[in-house]
């Protein structure tokens, strides 16, 4: 099992940077699959980006491909997403996910329903 907290959430103008942090429990968190997800109010919790156990493959939404980074460390047990040039529509509580028996390179990563655990989320807000 592993217990996810998410921070680094906040306020900023359109066109400024967040860098949000997932802090993992746990020994064994090179094990999982880690994926970022938001959700705007009104609409449905939407796949942002995923790193695979070891970091070296990353998958992202084309609405944040060439802004958001997506990044791990796993003797830190955290997991990073680095938002630049942000946009208003990029307001969303933010969700980091993870699941230990995922296939990375199958769909079910763009697929919230295949994480086992979640964060509490963290809110951003672009303002125009």
């Known amino acids: 099992q592993v217990q996810l907290v998410e921070s680094g959430g906040g306020l900023v103008q359109a066109g400024g940077s967040l860098r949000l942090n997932c802090a993992a429990s746990?020994?064994?968190?090179?094990?999982?699959?880690v994926g970022w997800f938001r959700q705007a109010p009104g609409k449905e919790r939407e796949f942002v980006a995923a790193?695979?156990?070891?970091?070296?493959?990353?998958y992202y939404a084309n609405s944040v491909k060439g802004r958001f980074t997506i990044s791990r460390d796993n003797a830190k047990n955290t997991v990073y997403l680095q938002m630049n040039s942000l946009k208003p529509e990029d307001t969303a509580v933010y969700y980091c996910?993870?699941?230990?028996?995922?296939?990375?390179?199958?769909?079910?990563?763009?697929?919230?329903?295949?994480?086992?655990?979640w964060g509490q989320g963290t809110q951003v807000t672009a303002s125009s």
């Open positions: 790193i695979s156990r070891s970091g070296d493959s990353t």
């Open positions: 746990g020994r064994t968190f090179s094990s999982y699959a």
């Open positions: 996910a993870a699941d230990a028996s995922l296939s990375f390179y199958s769909a079910n990563i763009y697929n919230r329903n295949a994480y086992d655990y």
